[in-house]
Antibody, heavy 118, light 112 residues
Framework: EVQLVESGGDLVQPGGSLRLSCAAS????????MQWVRQAPGKGLVWVSR????????EHAASVQGRFTISRDDAKNTMYLQMRSLRSDDTAVYYC???????????WGQGTMVTVSS | DIVMTQTPLSLSVTPGQPASISCKSS???????????LHWYLQRPGQSPQLLIY???RRLPGVPDRFSGSGSGTDFTLEISRVDAEDVGIYYC?????????FGGGTKVEIK
């Protein structure tokens, strides 16, 4: 079965760090662009980051640029989102998504909750 | 950034009746290659979003044919020909042509 499973979400203090993981099964991450999308409580969907299938390209939303880093470990078939200098407005459910082409996300994980609060 | 504007914010529909959601982009989503990168997602209550339609009008396998997408350039529409109870949720349009990728604010569909 093709699926994505996120983990790593937690309660963290402002200024803290966290690393999210996204484990893929049923397909190889190296065959697809992969992305992160987040959703603050009661709010809409917001694109965060993406990484190309060959890992040569990574891009981030302006709001997280310089604080978040997307990466991938093909041996583990797992994608990561390293988050630093977290702020309260980073509080959200973070979804890992597979890009089936031109940013059409055909597979979504169940999401992992990140709460930034003192 | 491309701004995606959806209307209405919410819809209350009688089962079996049609529903229509509009999505407008601040820039054309037509790529020089000839395709238009506008996608539609549905987020059912308590669930992760799911892709319904990609490239304006292409239904993902398994999506009921009562869902259809249309439009071009900057104006797009998602139509549900006969709303079913399982169609309840929030619908989002999204542009896939340019980073930062952006979503519409969502349209909440409820059953009367």
């Amino acid at each position: 079965e093709v699926q994505l499973v996120e983990s790593g979400g937690d309660l963290v203090q402002p200024g803290g760090s966290l690393r999210l993981s996204c484990a893929a099964s049923g397909f190889s991450l190296s065959s697809h662009w992969m992305q992160w999308v987040r959703q603050a409580p009661g709010k809409g969907l917001v694109w965060v980051s993406r990484i190309s299938n060959d890992m040569r390209t990574t891009e981030h939303a302006a709001s997280v640029q310089g604080r978040f880093t997307i990466s991938r470990d093909d041996a583990k078939n797992t994608m990561y989102l390293q988050m630093r200098s977290l702020r309260s407005d980073d509080t959200a459910v973070y979804y890992c998504v597979r890009d089936s082409g031109w940013n059409a996300y055909d597979i979504w994980g169940q999401g992992t909750m990140v709460t930034v609060s003192s | 950034d491309i701004v995606m504007t959806q209307t209405p914010l919410s819809l209350s529909v009688t089962p079996g009746q049609p529903a229509s959601i509009s999505c407008k982009s601040s820039q054309s989503l037509l790529h020089r290659g000839g395709k238009t990168y506008l996608h539609w997602y549905l987020q059912r209550p308590g669930q992760s979003p799911q892709l319904l339609i990609y490239e304006v009008s292409r239904r993902l396998p398994g999506v009921p044919d009562r869902f259809s997408g249309s439009g071009s350039g900057t104006d797009f529409t998602l139509e549900i020909s006969r709303v079913d109870a399982e169609d309840v949720g929030i619908y989002y349009c999204m542009q896939g042509i340019q980073v930062p990728l952006t979503f519409g604010g969502g349209t909440k569909v409820e059953i009367k």
